[in-house]
């Protein structure tokens, strides 16, 4: 699987490019004006993973080679866009091309950093964006309709396609969004449309210190965008903490209440929200975690190392990253029965350190 990419978007002045900068360790512009972000921003974003380390000291590794997420810092939406307001066809083109989305939702005061709105109101806002991206896709949603109800009468195989458009229309109207309302097999057959409210969200309210202790406010927030998965981070502190050495981070991290950095706790809902998990390979020249789909086959995750190691697929021997720990070397694992043999229908588990046997 290619890196995951995940689209920043919310209203201008609601902390995107901020929270971009600390989660990617860049520096593009952060500023007090809509539309700081034309073109959109791409950055990396390693995946924290602490076995990692633990393996490259039990194998002598040369290097370590992490997962990663690619996040897309996306023009501020702001209201009609679906309809070409302020940069609203290019903003809506640029989500389209991302797996899942991280919408930011203001939740701070602060009369330096004005609001396009002129008021602090997460849910007007949340409903703001969620409308505009409906309307968006019930357009979308209507053409192929028209297209579809002709083409089936001279080709019924497409009647299926025909059924989830139509789905998704009626959930459109009702002002519903089309993920998690329609299943992954319907949501599939509709995957040509890039249908932007078909993209699973992730919301991050922007916070201040002060917000993160009021856990009364924090369930409203919350309770806001349920059952989607919602996060609290103050992008300007961890941006400011991003510039720090990891260790003099951690502490003042921790004097603030955090045990967790705004990273790793975005990566961890993005990989639950978009049902990943990773995989290790490890070696004297390397240690590497791939991510891959949770319930992936031995055959599908070798193929994400390499096509040819799906073609000529012959076995994966497994070993569980714990059990490698626990004994301090394959060779110990082996002797004690732990190394496994799996074919290529194995499922793949989240501990998994794997080497694959193949022949092309």
Not at 33 to 42: H, L, R, S
Not at 229 to 251: G, R, V
Not at 312 to 329: H, M, P, Q, R, W
Request: aromatic share 6%; hydrophobic share 40%; proline share 4%.
């Amino acid at each position: 699987m290619s890196s995951i990419s995940c689209g920043i978007i919310g209203l201008p002045n609601v902390g995107k490019s901020t929270l971009f900068n600390a989660l990617t360790k860049s520096s593009v512009l952060a500023a007090n004006y809509p539309f700081a972000t034309i073109e959109p921003n791409v950055g990396m974003a390693i995946v924290p993973d602490p076995r990692l380390q633990k393996l490259a000291e039990l194998y002598g590794s040369n290097s370590i080679v992490p997962a990663t997420v690619r996040f897309v810092d996306i023009a501020g939406l702001v209201s009609g866009a679906s309809k070409g307001e302020g940069l609203g066809n290019q903003f809506l083109s640029h989500i389209r091309n991302v797996s899942a989305i991280v919408e930011v939702v203001r939740s701070f005061s602060d009369s330096s950093v004005t609001h396009v709105n002129s008021s602090i109101n997460p849910k007007r806002d949340i409903d703001i964006i969620l409308t505009e991206l409906e309307l968006a896709d019930l357009e979308t949603v209507n053409r192929r309709l028209d297209y579809l109800e002709k083409e089936v009468k001279a080709n019924p195989k497409l009647a299926p396609k025909l059924e989830s458009v139509k789905q998704a229309a009626q959930l459109l109207e009702e002002g519903k969004p089309v993920y998690p309302s329609l299943g992954n097999q319907t949501i599939n057959q509709l995957g040509d449309l890039q249908l932007l409210t078909a993209k699973p969200i992730v919301y991050v309210f922007n916070v201040d210190e002060d917000s993160l202790k009021d856990q009364t406010e924090l369930k409203h927030l919350s309770d806001l965008v349920h059952p989607a998965a919602a996060l609290f981070i103050p992008a300007k502190l961890e941006s400011e903490l991003s510039n720090l050495e990891d260790y003099d981070a951690k502490e003042l991290r921790e004097s603030y209440g955090f045990h967790q950095s705004g990273l790793e706790s975005l990566v961890v809902s993005t990989y639950q929200t978009l049902g990943l998990q990773s995989f290790l390979t490890a070696g004297q020249k390397e240690v590497r975690a791939w991510t891959i789909k949770q319930g992936s086959s031995a055959s599908e995750a070798a193929g994400v190392i390499h096509g040819d190691m799906q073609r000529g697929f012959i076995a994966a021997e497994v070993v569980s990253y714990n059990d490698l720990v626990k004994t301090g070397s394959l060779t110990a694992c082996r002797a004690q029965g732990k190394v496994r043999t799996e074919g290529k229908d194995y499922i793949m588990q989240p501990d998994d350190v794997v080497e694959f046997k193949f022949n092309v």
